[in-house]
């Protein structure tokens, strides 16, 4: 076993010298307070409540307090937030000739609007600075038809966090705007047909725009068989990467590997030596897949050297 900190460098995700945080596979954190008090102060101001003979309008947001920020890691929007928000708001009551008989100010109070909580609606608070009776009849306005725009925004702001919030955009953008791949539905071929294909399909993405092909060649000091079973262990997966795996050990199997991260089906099995999987990360637009194949060859007992091929890798995962 290696010592700490002298692990294999092919399991160590380095930092790239551009700087570049490709799929945003490390993580990263981003402080999304300035941003909430900008979409809060965009969504509550001058936003008009009731009608008829008592109207409430939220003026503004008087205070926003707390901390926000999402983080990213391989792909995965992990939002974390505690805030609380004060809005002003303002009423009038008028008489049957639309003259404004009273004025009113009121508060409406968020105390705690949390991630912990992102599933329920947070609790609200409404105040009125005067309690005559059109001061309670304006409050009671703002209760019952401005608590539902409040809820309503609030749940727009939560959703936003959740995916992504600032850096939701910036996200998409990383997306490859690739085209889907081509099937071919010829069920006449036979099964060294079907490798044909698969070896020519890897020579024909080697060119195609947007997509890499990535090999590897590496020798091993055990048999290959061994080695074939560590790669096909969900147990020792979980060992290597301390992170959730499942594998299937039969052809048409699905597997999900690094938490979720890379999800994927069995394409072809044979014990000692071959594995061809299809291969998707989380992070990759709908319709793309790649294709990983591994052939070991034991040249001597105790030897196995392994031949990786990565086909239809997006170009900036490459």
């Known amino acids: 076993m290696a010592k700490f900190g002298e692990g294999d460098k092919r399991w160590i995700v380095a930092e790239r010298p551009d700087g570049t945080n490709v799929h945003n596979w490390h993580w990263a954190e981003t402080n999304c307070l300035e941003w909430s008090r900008t979409f809060f102060n965009n969504s509550f101001t001058n936003v008009a409540v009731g009608d008829g003979d008592a109207t409430v309008t939220i003026k503004k ?19 974390g937030y505690e805030i609380s928000v004060r809005l002003a708001w303002e009423g009038e009551a008028r008489d049957a000739d639309g003259k404004v008989l009273k004025r009113v100010d009121g508060a409406v109070e968020i105390p705690y609007i949390s991630d912990e909580n992102a599933g329920e609606d947070p609790e609200i608070r409404v105040s009125v600075k005067e309690n005559g009776e059109l001061g309670i009849k304006l409050m009671e306005v703002m209760l019952k038809k401005g608590k539902v725009v409040v809820l309503e925004k609030v749940r727009v702001w939560v959703e936003s966090m959740a995916k992504g919030g600032p850096v939701k955009d910036e996200l998409e953008a990383k997306k490859v705007a690739v085209p889907h791949k081509n099937n071919n539905n010829n069920n006449n071929n036979s099964s060294n047909g079907d490798n044909n294909v698969k070896k020519e399909e890897v020579k024909k993405n080697e060119g195609k725009k947007g997509f890499k092909v990535i090999s590897l060649i590496e020798k091993f000091n055990c048999r290959a068989r061994d080695l074939f079973e560590i790669l096909m262990d969900e147990n020792r997966w979980r060992g290597f990467t301390q992170s959730n795996a499942r594998i299937s050990k039969e052809v048409g199997g699905e597997f999900s590997i690094f938490d979720g991260s890379v999800t994927g089906k069995n394409l072809e099995l044979d014990e000692g030596k071959l594995i061809v999987q299809g291969w998707r990360f989380g992070s990759w637009p709908d319709g793309i897949e790649s294709m990983v194949r591994i052939v070991f060859e034991e040249p001597e007992d105790g030897v196995t050297v392994v031949k990786l091929t990565h086909s239809d890798v997006p170009e900036e995962d490459r």
């Open 61 to 79: 947001v008087e205070k926003l307090d707390g901390e926000a920020y999402v983080n990213v890691r391989k792909g995965k929007v992990i939002p």
